[in-house]
């Protein structure tokens, strides 16, 4: 079976520090990993991905996540804070029972960045 | 806009009574996704059409859930006798094979509330 833990709930950065919200992940095989944001009563917003390639990926909105396979996690990253990317963030892997690219996801971090 | 979409945004069903939600996924998409989302909880994987062949079913989704795809094109979530426990946010997603893509793009969700 595949899971995703996002250790912390809830992560406070000032706005203009960095940042990095943490996944790790376990799963069969090869991972495919992806960080959606989520806001206040709505859908799920795709961030970025990884699927094969190199470890460092970037993604919408000035993120990016580093892949490291040895310690399994997934992390997602920004240099600088805005205090827009408040939100809900999810890491989620690819489960690759029958092939149907079906998502498993953490429980969520907050993100609260403030001025 | 091209997203996927669904209706109705809201629900307030009383318990017993039955409800039915749809989704209409990004055009030419041809996977389309079910999830549940209760608070404080990452999505929840509920089912997965290719086309209109229901391929996947979650355990989550007992017998009182129904989804259909007809044409291959929009879906219905239908539950039955509706229970209290079934208040959750219900999130569509849809993705297109191959091309390398594989993430999912979400609709805003339908929420529901058990009374």
């Given at each position: 079976?595949q899971?995703?833990?996002?250790?912390?709930?809830?992560?406070?950065?000032?706005?203009?520090?960095?940042?990095?919200?943490?996944?790790t992940?376990?799963?069969?095989?090869?991972?495919?990993?992806?960080?959606?944001?989520?806001?206040?009563?709505?859908?799920?917003?795709?961030l970025?991905?990884?699927?094969?390639?190199?470890?460092?990926?970037?993604?919408?909105?000035?993120?990016?996540?580093?892949?490291?396979?040895?310690?399994?996690?997934?992390?997602?990253?920004?240099?600088?804070?805005?205090?827009?990317?408040?939100?809900?963030y999810f890491?989620?892997?690819?489960?690759?029972?029958g092939?149907?690219?079906?998502?498993?996801?953490?429980?969520?971090?907050?993100?609260?960045?403030?001025? | 806009?091209?997203?996927?979409?669904?209706?109705?945004?809201?629900?307030?069903?009383?318990?017993?009574?039955?409800?039915?939600?749809?989704?209409?996924?990004?055009?030419?998409?041809?996977r389309?996704?079910?999830?549940?989302?209760?608070?404080?909880?990452?999505?929840?994987?509920?089912?997965?059409?290719?086309?209109?062949?229901?391929?996947?079913?979650?355990?989550?989704?007992?017998d009182?859930?129904?989804?259909?795809?007809?044409?291959?094109?929009?879906?219905?979530?239908?539950?039955?006798?509706?229970?209290?426990?079934?208040?959750?946010?219900?999130l569509?997603?849809?993705?297109?094979?191959?091309?390398?893509?594989?993430?999912?793009?979400?609709?805003?969700?339908?929420?529901?509330?058990?009374?």
């Open positions: 079976a899971s995703v833990a996002q250790p912390e709930d809830q992560v406070n950065v000032a706005e203009g520090n960095p940042l990095t919200v943490k996944c992940y376990s799963v069969s095989g090869n991972p495919y990993l992806f960080w959606y944001v989520q806001y206040p009563n709505r859908g799920l917003q795709f970025l991905k990884y699927i094969t390639g190199d470890n460092l990926v970037k993604g919408s909105y000035g993120f990016e996540a580093e892949f490291n396979k040895s310690q399994t996690s997934f992390h997602l990253k920004k240099p600088s804070a805005l205090v827009s990317d408040s939100a809900l890491c989620a892997v690819r489960a690759l029972t092939g149907g690219n079906k998502l498993t996801f953490g429980t969520g971090t907050q993100l609260k960045v403030e001025l | 806009d091209t997203g996927v979409s669904q209706n109705p945004r809201h629900k307030i069903t009383k318990r017993g009574q039955n409800v039915t939600f749809r989704c209409d996924p990004i055009s030419e998409h041809n389309l996704y079910w999830y549940r989302q209760t608070l404080g909880q990452g999505p929840e994987f509920l089912t997965y059409f290719q086309n209109e062949a229901q391929l996947e079913k979650s355990r989550l989704l007992s009182r859930f129904s989804a259909e795809r007809p044409k291959g094109s929009f879906s219905t979530l239908e539950i039955q006798r509706t229970e209290q426990g079934d208040s959750a946010m219900y569509c997603a849809s993705s297109v094979v191959g091309q390398g893509s594989y993430e999912q793009y979400f609709g805003p969700g339908t929420r529901l509330t058990v009374t």
